[in-house]
């Protein structure tokens, strides 16, 4: 038997909106245990993707150090208003300030070896399933291990 994306993939796809902010997608992605969310028009067209780990950037210490130094800069040596600071350090952006715009997808009619090379020569978690353009699921290596397993493929 031939498997496919679409046999393996999670469908409905769970996807944010371009104006959904960060804090919303972090939201998304702990309440329903994923780890990105496609970030699609309202037409269901792939506009790019938001995971984990482009949420997390913000914290990293060297992020925390450049901002620190603009800061300073845009103070020169005078005190600045806490609530201004405050503003400064609120995270008001959205999924399209923060998502990867160039997303490999994959088609529903894939094969798993095709779609395995895809995901291992790109270091892809999880990708997009589209038909036309739009957004139908998402499949992660997960899937396509647990594929794997069900099927005992073996590779050629």
Request: charged fraction near 25%.
């Amino acid at each position: 038997m031939t498997v496919t994306t679409a046999d393996i993939m999670t469908a409905p796809a769970i996807c944010a909106a371009p104006e959904t902010t960060i804090a919303q997608v972090a939201s998304m992605l702990a309440s329903n245990r994923i780890s990105a969310v496609p970030v699609c028009a309202p037409d269901g067209t792939l506009l790019g993707i938001v995971s984990e780990g482009d949420i997390l950037k913000p914290f990293s210490e060297s992020f925390r150090r450049r901002r620190d130094w603009w800061t300073g800069v845009m103070a020169e040596g005078e005190s600045l208003p806490r609530d201004f600071i405050e503003y400064l350090r609120a995270d008001l952006r959205t999924a399209s300030d923060l998502m990867v715009r160039h997303v490999i997808a994959a088609e529903e009619d894939m094969l798993l070896p095709h779609l395995a090379d895809l995901m291992t020569r790109h270091g892809i978690k999880r990708m997009p399933v589209v038909r036309a353009g739009k957004v139908v699921g998402v499949v992660s290596r997960s899937d396509l291990v647990s594929a794997v397993a069900k099927s005992q493929l073996t590779p050629d």
